[in-house]
């Protein structure tokens, strides 16, 4: 037994002297190896001094223009006038007096709604009301002569008021049985028909008035201060290209404390009724001009953590200036702070770059 155990005990040192012999050879290996990777890139990159070749990269050289300072923003196209139209009171419908989508102008008869019951109350209204004025005409001839107290003649009188009150009452119950335009404007699709038993909560139609038609938009808060009451505004729609024309009349009084933004409504023309109401809208709004302004590529503004930088060359170099923006286009954006008329903007290569690492610019003509 001794000996099987002494023969294990030399097979494991045996064993676990191989597996070290290996990993120092590995070891040897790979540092041979990574010098003469080493060498071979040093010799690759490197100029005569081995120092790295520079990064060829594109730039422009900083200098100021005039900006005309227009806002993109997206908004609504709603109906200057919009109404359900719906009846006051129930009943059956005796007479439609409009077609679908055609223009009605105001006052117009629509919808005639059965109404004879209340005629013949306000008839009886009448004749007791002409009774009344009978007695009360009487009461006041005997009044003059002394036949008859004040108190008898008041009460006379009193009559004939209610009465008259009355009536007015039913001429009102009547003419809610006519349903009328309230603005000129065109109706849309109906859904009812003669015979119908209108209720108050039954839907006769819509009316819309969209000559001209309002645009509702927000703007951003920090523009706030720059909208005006009859500013212009220039818009588009996804259903054409067309580019349509407006002007601001009426402003929000507060900033919406939820999203920080200016709600603002315009009136445009809309002779022809291309512009139909809930349609999405692409809005141009003109805020001012910017003398003096520099204006660099989007891509050269890199994005970090506490704000944005860009790469300007300096004594060939790669150097980071931290800059504040303001408004963006599709190509350029305002810088407002950290650049002066004359620096060199690196406009390529961004990712790669790092600072103080050498570059050759090529200048691009703008």
Do not use: C, W
């Not at 603005?183 to 009812?192: A, C, D, N, Q």
């Not at 951003?220 to 407006?246: H, L, M, R, V």
């Not at 200036?321 to 702070?337: H, L, M, P, Q, Y």
């Amino acid at each position: 037994m001794k000996k099987r155990y002494i023969i294990y005990a030399v097979l494991a040192i045996g064993l676990a002297y191989l597996v070290y012999y290996r990993i120092n050879a590995n070891k040897k290996l790979e540092g041979k190896g990574g010098a003469s990777a080493a060498g071979a890139g040093k010799g690759k990159s490197g100029g005569k001094d081995g120092k790295s070749a520079p990064l060829v990269v594109d730039g422009i050289v900083v200098k100021t223009t005039s900006f005309d300072n227009d806002l993109e923003v997206t908004g609504a196209i709603d109906a200057n006038e919009s109404v359900v139209l719906k009846s006051e009171v129930s009943g059956l419908v005796t007479g439609i007096f409009f077609q679908e989508g055609t223009t009605v102008s105001k006052g117009s008869v629509l919808v005639k709604v059965n109404d004879r019951d209340i005629q013949a109350q306000l008839q009886d209204a009448l004749t007791k009301q002409k009774l009344s004025g009978t007695n009360e005409n009487r009461a006041k001839q005997l009044l003059a002569k002394g036949a008859i107290s004040q108190e008898e003649y008041d009460t006379s009188l009193a009559d004939l008021k209610s009465l008259q009150a009355q009536a007015q009452l039913i001429r009102a119950q009547l003419a809610k049985t006519t349903i009328r335009a309230p603005f000129t404007g065109r109706v849309g699709l109906r859904s009812i028909s003669a015979g119908t038993y209108l209720t108050p909560a039954t839907v006769i139609a819509n009316l819309v008035s969209t000559n001209p038609v309002k645009v509702t938009f927000s703007v951003p808060e920090k523009y706030a201060g720059q909208i005006k009451i009859n500013s212009e505004i220039t818009f588009t729609t996804d259903g054409s290209s067309k580019e349509n024309k407006g002007k601001v009349y009426a402003i929000e009084p507060g900033i919406n404390a939820t999203t920080r933004t200016l709600q603002i409504r315009a009136l445009a023309p809309n002779a022809d009724n291309a512009l139909l109401p809930g349609s999405f809208a692409k809005i141009k709004l003109a805020l001012n001009t910017l003398q003096n302004a520099i204006l660099i590529p989007n891509e050269a503004v890199v994005p970090v953590l506490k704000g944005k930088i860009v790469y300007i060359q300096k004594n060939g170099k790669a150097q980071e200036v931290k800059v504040e923006a303001g408004t963006r286009t599709d190509e350029n954006i305002v810088i407002t702070s950290g650049l002066k008329v004359g620096d060199t903007v690196l406009t390529t290569g961004s990712m790669a770059l790092k600072k103080d690492a050498p570059v050759k610019v090529h200048l691009v003509k703008e």
